[in-house]
């Protein structure tokens, strides 16, 4: 069993309003409503490949009610800390071509639900192989949250892959206790190491040699149409991918976790690890719908992708 963790998960909110006023008022008819979150896609990617996964976080009020109401739907196996606090919506006006997003913060959480999300964690990675964690922290969490709940998997020698970006990224890189897998995009690289990281195997290497990164067993940077660049143990990996029919490369980077985390899991090879997290990144960006891929695709992609170890 995987387990996908969201702190903040939002119903995410689509209005497509194709002459869209402002100050005036404007109607909409077919509006989508879905749960939304990074850790929430992984999960909804991890249960397509026939995995078992639950998924967890911390939500409240109706909206959170809503949320669980998706996830069981989908089958998802959920268990969230529920607080007294309504969770967020996050909504998407699709108008002229273009997307203007309104992203509510959500609630502020206090000591006490920090604690008591703790302790669920703890409680649930008995019974779980994998973490995965995905996503911003909500108001209220220390920076280093997250290094605490890598710290926890560690203690029990559960492998914790963590993506995420800014400061509670940096947290858990300068932890002496490190994350088994980071996913980074190259723009949440650079910011992190506060330089331009160029797409080219010179500039990658160097950034990647930082000491930061010692002691992580496995560093994806994924570069959406161009692949990956990988870093496992003191080896470089060039991922090359097809040129494919992009619809929607929203949630692409949840999927290559999904597909990392499950490969992972089963302890395949170097090489099948990485072909399987870049196709399930892929077949999310053939989809119109985020956090789902068309596993009929999937050997097909697969076969495409081409993983090769850099000589130094
Ligand atoms: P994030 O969503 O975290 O920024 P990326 O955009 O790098 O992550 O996407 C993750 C993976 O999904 C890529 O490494 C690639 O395998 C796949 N992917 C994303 N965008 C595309 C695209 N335009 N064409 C083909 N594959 C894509």
Redesign the pocket.
Known sequence: MILTVTMNPSVDISYPISDFKLDDVNRVEGVRKTAGGKGLNVARVIKQMGEGVVTTGVLGGTIGDYIIQELSKDRIENDFLKINQESRNCIAILHDSKQTEILESGPTLTAEDEAAFLTKYESLLTNVSLVTISGSLPKGLPSDFYRQMVERGHERGIPVVV?TSGESLRQILISEVKPFAI??????LSQLLGINVEPNIESLRQALTNEWFQGIEWI?V???????FVKHGQNFYQ?T????N?IN????????VAGFAVAVKHEQSVKVVLKT??????L???EAVTGYINTANFEDIFNQ?QVEKIDL
Do not use: L
Not at 241 to 244: A, G
Not at 249 to 256: E, I, K, L, R
Not at 277 to 282: D, N
């Open positions: 993506d996913k980074p995009n190259i723009t949440e994806v994924s570069m959406g149409g161009a692949g990956a991922v991918i097809p040129k494919i992009v490369p929203v949630g692409s980077g949840d999927a290559t997290a870049m196709t399930t990144g892929i999310n960006a053939m992708v």
